[in-house]
């Protein structure tokens, strides 16, 4: 058996109001499968292990341990009701570096234990922040909004990593991330600089993972897994952190409401308030709610103010930067197809393209594709869908 | 002594607005023929500040980390946000840095701002790199509490506290409205839908007042920069840039075509029976919910 300092993927559970994001179940399902294989190949026995925080929350444990959870360490505190950034930095910390829990997980393998070798978060309003101050105080590298993982030995040679000459990393993982176009994937690592003049290593290697991108596994109520509980030092000063009130608001953009959602992208160009009223017209004779693809978030087009802040805006936004939607109706116009877009939509029930382009990826994504410009179709469309009685 | 001190990080990013922004043929970013400007989000945060100025007398200052180009994207801060304290952190070793050597860089040179920063702002997110981590990495790095997603606040100036309003949202849950109270100082990062309201009318005035003030002062912007290296923020070498950098981009790949989900049947515009069968398809979809 080795002894490693660096053990285990620490997967951080996040809850609201005491229930369970799906995100949580499925960085498990990722973690169980990388880990399995990681065991087989290293001959090691390697633990996935939740960090649960909350108040109360013991009995959402054996949820965890039927996704693939081998380990469940949980604080139960009233100040961890909600989450404080803060405080909770503070507590997944000290859970992660606790050398007596890393004992309990792996007794043979936790003399020299350090940190989690692998650090999970979900990439949300919680976990994107939370991922990135628990980094900060472990002292290593994250990559944020990750779609696709895989653990290899990597031969790297690297000006400042590795003085310039190659060296095998070991069991490294590669964090696949999407960048904003949709079009290009960046593989980023965290790596341990072996350059003697500045020495350092850095684990966890850790990212924020894409929330609905992952395959849960299959629940097993037979999985065995052990449940420890972690007592919290929280600092004095943190205490006067209050959460005075929480409001649940619902969105003004509901794509739960329709059965039809229209999307719009930067194929509105050539006439963009023109094309924008056009599709609102489309969207009233479909009863239809309006989403758009992620660039036009960041409103590329001069139109009017209330045009642009009715529309460009990130609420409406379709995709993993976004929401994800299941209507009966998708009707995609002037979008190519983005990877990142069609994680969003794919599981809509019947989808149109309006596009010129016959080779956009769009096209392998819809069951009817009307080539041409949105100016020349949605009016077409319109038109026709008046003649024909509608039945919605 | 009640003067509040804030400040804010920004950034200069590509500018996606129609005219500026080049995409290559195969829909990526063209970054040699896009035009830079004050990232989107940076400037919702300098108006963040610009509400600490105006209703409690702030005194605001800006920062960025980048090439000696970026001090444009501060002189439109501080055109938004009237500041009176411009820092860009400029050196060569800075470059290639990720988020956490970032982060270093920046809390350095914040700690070296006149006057202990009590409210320190960040955007989002940049529109480029969209990590939205330098924020959050470098409020640990300073010892602020962290609060993401404000979308306003108002602080106690007596008491050294501010209430803050911020945004949660999970997928699979409503979003809350969650209300927060904190003692000073704090570090947040303004969701993209913060607004500035100011009620009353001496606000409006001193608004009114602030922003010529703010505009004469971008015009003469130079006397209010300070521009530092590595040696004169003197920060660790082996803390910043590549050196201080855990993380690398190991690989940049264009992501593969998949297998096609679905196979499209191929209409066109220009015949109208292709165009009563897209309805009638279409129809026929919306109607199957109705058997459901």
Redesign the interface.
């Known amino acids: 058996m080795t002894e490693e300092n660096y053990q285990h993927i620490y997967v951080v559970i996040?809850l609201?109001?005491g229930?369970l994001?799906?995100?949580n179940l499925e960085m498990l399902g990722k973690a169980r499968r990388l880990l399995d294989n990681f065991n087989k190949k290293y001959k090691s026995d390697e633990k996935v292990v939740a960090i649960l925080l909350g108040y109360n929350v013991k009995q959402i444990s054996k949820t965890l341990i039927e996704h693939g959870a081998d380990f469940v360490i949980y604080a139960d505190h009233p100040k961890l009701k909600?989450?404080?950034?803060?405080i909770y930095?503070k507590v997944i910390a000290q859970i992660a570096k606790d050398k007596e829990i890393a004992t309990k997980i792996s007794p043979e393998n936790a003399k020299n234990f350090k940190k989690p070798r692998y650090m999970f978060f979900?990439a949300?309003?919680?976990g994107?922040?939370l991922?990135?101050?628990v980094?900060?105080?472990l002292e290593?590298?994250?990559?944020?909004?990750i779609n696709k993982l895989e653990i290899s030995d990597?031969k790297?040679t690297?000006?400042?990593?590795t003085d310039g000459k190659p060296v095998i990393y070991e069991k490294t993982l590669?964090m696949y991330r999407?960048?904003?176009?949709?079009?290009?994937?960046?593989?980023?690592?965290?790596?341990d600089?072996k350059?003697p003049s500045?020495e350092?290593e850095?684990h966890p290697q850790s990212c924020s993972i894409i929330?609905?991108v992952f395959e849960p596994i299959k629940p097993d109520s037979k999985r065995k897994g052990e449940v420890i509980q972690f007592s919290p030092t929280i600092d004095e000063?943190?205490l006067?952190?209050?959460?005075?009130?929480?409001?649940?608001?619902?969105?003004e953009v509901d794509f739960d409401r329709c059965?039809?959602i229209i999307s719009f992208g930067r194929g509105i160009?050539d006439f963009?308030e023109k094309n924008i009223k056009l599709i609102e017209d489309l969207a009233k004779q479909?009863d239809a709610e309006i989403g758009v693809s992620l660039?036009i978030s960041?409103?590329?087009?001069?139109v009017s103010e209330s045009i642009s802040s009715k529309y460009m805006?990130?609420?409406r936004v379709i995709g993993t930067?976004g929401k994800?939607i299941s209507p009966?109706?998708y009707v995609a116009t002037g979008i190519?197809g983005?990877?990142q877009h069609?994680e969003g939509m794919?599981d809509s029930?019947?989808?149109?393209?309006?596009n010129p382009d016959?080779n956009s990826?769009i096209?392998?994504?819809?069951?009817?594709?009307?080539?041409?410009r949105m100016e020349?179709?949605i009016p077409?469309?319109i038109e026709?869908?008046k003649k024909?009685s509608?039945?919605? | 002594m009640n003067q509040l001190n804030v400040a804010v990080i920004i950034k200069l990013e590509p500018d996606f607005s129609e005219g500026n922004v080049s995409y290559n043929p195969d829909g990526t970013l063209n970054r040699a023929d896009t035009k830079n400007t004050l990232g989107p989000h940076s400037a919702i945060a300098a108006n963040a500040a610009f509400y600490a100025k105006v209703k409690y007398d702030a005194k605001v200052s800006v920062a960025t980390m980048g090439p000696p180009i970026a001090e444009t994207a501060l002189q439109m801060a501080q055109k938004l946000s009237d500041a009176e304290e411009l820092h860009l952190y400029s050196d060569r070793i800075f470059a290639g840095a990720d988020t956490l050597a970032t982060a270093e860089t920046l809390k350095t040179g914040i700690q070296k701002m006149q006057g202990k920063m009590d409210i320190v702002f960040s955007g989002h997110r940049a529109s480029d790199g969209e990590t939205g981590q330098t924020g959050p990495q470098t409020a640990w790095k300073l010892g602020y509490p962290f609060f993401g997603n404000v979308l306003n606040y108002e602080v106690n100036v007596q008491n050294k506290t501010i209430r803050i309003k911020r945004l949660v949202s999970l997928q699979g849950f409503n979003d809350v409205i969650e209300e927060v109270e904190a003692p000073l100082p704090v570090f947040l990062s303004v969701d993209p839908s913060y607004k500035s309201l100011f009620n009353t009318v001496s606000q409006r005035i001193s608004y009114e007042k602030y922003q010529k003030q703010a505009k004469i002062r971008s015009e003469n912007y130079k006397q209010y920069l300070m521009v530092f290296n590595l040696q004169q923020l003197g920060v660790d070498p082996t803390l910043v840039g590549l050196p201080g950098s855990p993380t690398i981009v190991f690989r940049v790949e264009r992501i593969p075509k998949g297998k096609a989900n679905r196979q499209a049947e191929v209409l066109d515009s220009s015949n109208p029976e292709h165009i009563r069968k897209a309805i009638a398809k279409i129809n026929e979809a919306l109607s199957a919910m109705v058997i459901k």
């Open positions: 996040e609201e109001e229930k994001a799906p995100v909600d989450v404080i950034n803060t930095t979900g949300d309003s919680i994107r922040h991922s990135s101050t980094l900060v105080e290593s590298g994250l990559a944020s909004d990597i790297l690297h000006q400042y990593k590669e999407p960048d904003f176009s949709g079009f290009l994937w960046t593989t980023i690592l965290c790596l600089n350059n500045i350092r850095y929330p609905g000063q943190d006067k952190i209050k959460i005075l009130s929480r409001k649940i608001i619902k969105s059965k039809a160009k963009p479909l660039p960041k409103k590329p087009f001069a805006i990130p609420d930067s994800k009966m109706l190519s983005a990877m069609v794919k029930e019947f989808v149109v393209a309006i016959e990826p096209k392998d994504e819809c069951d009817i594709f009307i080539k041409g020349d179709v077409k469309l026709e869908m024909q509608l039945v919605v």
